[in-house]
């Protein structure tokens, strides 16, 4: 059994819900034209209650520069985009969350493609699979022909992804996302 240290909050999922959280974290010594965010998914086990699922979401540390985390709550068709802020032992959540619906495609075939990207680490992307809620990592590898960094990601055929980028605006952070169609 794991032992847990830090702080740690939780959350009741409805029945077809599955949310994940992440907590945005500032870039400390940033390099020049680095992200100034990067984005840390928070561990997170859960138990069922009824047609429920409780989850407890754990976060190793906090300080004033990495105290907010964003909410994404995947459901059938639609993603609830929503934020907050840990104080020591509180949680501030939003009142006003952003739905992000989406058309769902559906295929019975079970081919992968491989989607070749060159990465750019001052960008870093993250790619969620709908079905699952797991983030999918790409293989980051250096290509000697053309002497780049280079990553791979499988993706499933005719399946949405959603993917998102923390950015810089105005000293603080928003989020870019969507759900791209990969065929």
């Known amino acids: 059994m794991e032992m847990w240290q830090g702080k740690h909050f939780s959350i009741t999922d409805p029945k ?18 680095g992200p100034k965010f990067t984005v840390e998914r928070l561990k997170s086990t859960s138990e069922i209650r009824g047609e429920n699922s409780k989850k407890t979401y754990y976060v190793d540390s906090l300080t004033e520069s ?3 985390i964003l909410i994404l709550s995947f459901g059938k068709d639609r993603v609830v985009i929503n934020n907050g802020i840990l104080e020591d032992d ?9 739905p992000f619906k989406f058309d769902t495609i ?14 750019n680490l001052k960008r870093p992307i993250s790619i969620i699979d709908l079905d699952t809620t797991e ?9 000697e022909k053309t002497n780049e960094v280079k990553g791979k990601c499988k993706l499933k055929a005719n399946k949405q992804y959603f993917a998102f980028e923390v950015r810089e605006k105005n000293d ?4 870019l996302g969507g759900v791209p169609v990969i065929t």
């Open 66 to 68: 990495n105290n907010q």
């Open 16 to 33: 077809n819900v599955n949310t994940v959280i992440y907590q945005i974290n500032k870039t400390e010594k940033q390099e020049k034209g």
């Open 172 to 175: 603080n952070f928003e989020l």
């Open 106 to 119: 559906y295929s019975e075939e079970t081919v992968y493609k491989e989607f070749s990207y060159t990465p």
């Open 90 to 98: 509180k949680i501030r959540i939003s009142k006003k969350p952003m």
């Open 135 to 143: 983030e999918i990592k790409p293989l980051v590898y250096f290509d």
